[in-house]
T-cell receptor
C-alpha cells in the first residue's frame, strides 16, 4: 500500500527559511498536498502540486517535486512565529482518498 | 476557498452514550465526504468514505456498527459514535470533496470527543 513519511520535528529561527521534506511510495499519485494544522484545529490546505509539475511557488511557499525519487518538499521563506504548527504532506490516490504523512512539527524561535 | 463546518466542536460524554457529529459543506455540494480520526501527536487516519445516497465505505479495522455514517444530502454527513467508550476519545475530522473540482479536499475544523 501507499506510505508517506516525514521527519518529526524541525526548528528554525524567525526570518530563516524552513524546508520540510516528505517521501511517498505510490508512483500513481496524481496530486500531492501540504496541509497546516495548528493546535486543536482542523487542517488548512496550504498548497498542492500536480504530479507532472516540478515546482510551484505561492508567495512564501515553494513546493518542489522530484517524481523520480518520490520526494516532495515545502520551503517556507522568511519563517514567522505564526508558521509554528504541524505540517502534513498527503498524496491523492485512487478513489480520491488522501494518504497522510505523520506530520512535521515546525517550531519557530524568535 | 470552500468551507466545511463541523458541529459540535467539542463534546464530553459518559461511557455508553452515543454522540452524533455533523459535517456540512457550506458553499458547495459535496458528493463525497471523508471521516478521519486523529490521536494526539499522530497523523490522520481515514475511517470511512461517505457517498451521498449510498452506504459508506469503511476502512479495515473500523467497526461500521460502532461508527454509523449517514450522508443523506449533498451538504451534510453525520458520524454517530454509538455506545462510546474512553478509547473512542479522539479528534474527529471530516473533509468534503466537491464533485466540481478534482484536486482538493476541504477539511472541517474537527470535533474533539472525550468519553469519561
Amino acid at each position: 500500500g501507499e506510505d508517506v513519511e516525514q521527519s518529526l520535528f524541525l526548528s528554525v529561527r524567525e526570518g530563516d527559511s524552513s524546508v520540510i521534506n516528505c517521501t511517498y511510495t505510490d508512483s500513481s499519485s496524481t496530486y500531492l498536498y501540504w496541509y497546516k494544522q495548528e493546535p486543536g484545529a482542523g487542517l488548512q490546505l496550504l498548497t498542492y502540486i500536480f504530479s507532472n509539475m516540478d515546482m510551484k511557488q505561492d508567495q512564501r511557499l515553494t513546493v518542489l517535486l522530484n517524481k523520480k525519487d518520490k520526494h516532495l518538499s515545502l520551503r517556507i521563506a522568511d519563517t514567522q512565529t505564526g508558521d509554528s504548527a504541524i505540517y502534513f504532506c498527503a498524496e491523492k490516490s485512487a478513489g480520491n482518498m488522501l494518504t497522510f504523512g505523520g506530520g512535521t512539527r515546525l517550531m519557530v524561535k524568535p | 476557498g470552500a468551507v466545511v463546518s463541523q458541529h459540535p466542536s467539542r463534546v464530553i460524554c459518559k461511557s455508553g452514550t452515543s454522540v452524533k457529529i455533523e459535517c456540512r459543506s457550506l458553499d458547495f455540494q459535496a458528493t463525497t465526504m471523508f471521516w478521519y480520526r486523529q490521536f494526539p501527536k499522530q497523523s490522520l487516519m481515514l475511517m470511512a468514505t461517505s457517498n451521498e445516497g449510498s452506504k459508506a465505505t469503511y476502512e479495515q479495522g473500523v467497526e461500521k456498527d460502532k461508527f454509523l455514517i449517514n450522508h443523506a444530502s449533498l451538504t451534510l454527513s453525520t458520524l454517530t459514535v454509538t455506545s462510546a467508550h474512553p478509547e473512542d476519545s479522539s479528534f474527529y475530522i471530516c473533509s468534503a470533496f466537491s464533485g466540481r473540482r478534482t484536486d482538493t479536499q476541504y477539511f472541517g475544523p474537527g470535533t474533539r470527543l472525550t468519553v469519561l
